[in-house]
């Protein structure tokens, strides 16, 4: 069974702090591996990785893919109160790239 | 770009009656759409996949003729709950490949169903 497993499932951290959100993954014909963030409504798209060893960044976002051990992870630095809200980690598998996503890390960032 | 919309935002039915939601790419074509569900404080579980011009591909434990799924344009796809209960309450959201970026997903807003 395909299995998409996030840590930590929640986190609270300070303004200005840096956090690292784990995913690791257990999928049949992996294609690409995908951060979202959601805040109340649909997941907003972050990143989409392909290949290991290679980093994505955008802003204080920054997130790398390890396709040898099966992981990724997604960091902020200098957090703001604005990052607050659950990410997560979906992994496309198939010729259709269905996505499975595992259950989010909740990331509190208080002031 | 890469813009889904979906309609309504939140709708509110009485038991036994069915609702319609619509799933829409404004600015690309969509051949491939995946309606989701997700309960609170959960992740988001995918129901079925929806083929342009084809019958909807379900997961298992997803009840074809309860969800009823049309994926009659490049488009457009609708999802209806027929009979509704309120178990059915929750959000769902609808999303869409470009094409162009590969296995890259963009999300409509979703739709809060509240079952009375």
């Known amino acids: 069974e395909d299995k998409v497993v996030q840590s930590p499932l929640s986190l609270v951290v300070h303004e200005g702090d840096t956090v690292t959100l784990n995913c690791s993954y257990e999928?049949?014909?992996?294609?690409?591996l995908l951060w979202y963030k959601q805040e109340k409504k649909a997941p907003t798209f972050l990143f989409m990785l392909?290949?290991?060893?290679i980093e994505k960044k955008s802003g204080r976002l920054s997130s790398i893919l390890d396709k040898k051990e099966l992981f990724s992870i997604l960091n902020i630095t200098a957090t703001q109160t604005g990052d607050s809200a659950v990410y997560l980690c979906a992994v496309g598998r198939g010729s259709n790239y269905k996505l499975t996503f595992g259950k989010g890390t909740l990331l509190t960032v208080n002031p | 770009g890469a813009v889904v919309s979906q309609h309504p935002s939140w709708v509110i039915c009485k038991s036994g009656t069915s609702v319609k939601i619509e799933c829409r790419s404004l600015d690309f074509q969509a051949t491939t759409m995946f309606w989701y569900r997700q309960f609170p404080k959960q992740s988001l579980m995918l129901m079925a996949t929806?083929?342009?011009?084809?019958?909807?591909?379900?997961e298992q434990g997803v009840e074809k003729d309860k969800f009823l799924i049309n994926h009659a344009s490049l488009t457009l796809s609708t999802l209806t709950v027929t009979s509704a209960h309120p178990e059915d309450s929750s959000f769902y959201i609808c999303?869409?490949?470009?094409?162009?970026?590969?296995?890259?997903?963009?999300f409509g807003n979703g739709t809060r169903l509240t079952v009375t």
């Open positions: 392909t290949s290991s060893g």
């Open positions: 999303s869409a490949r470009t094409g162009a970026d590969g296995g890259t997903l963009h």
């Open positions: 929806s083929n342009e011009g084809s019958k909807a591909t379900y």
């Open positions: 999928v049949t014909n992996f294609r690409s």
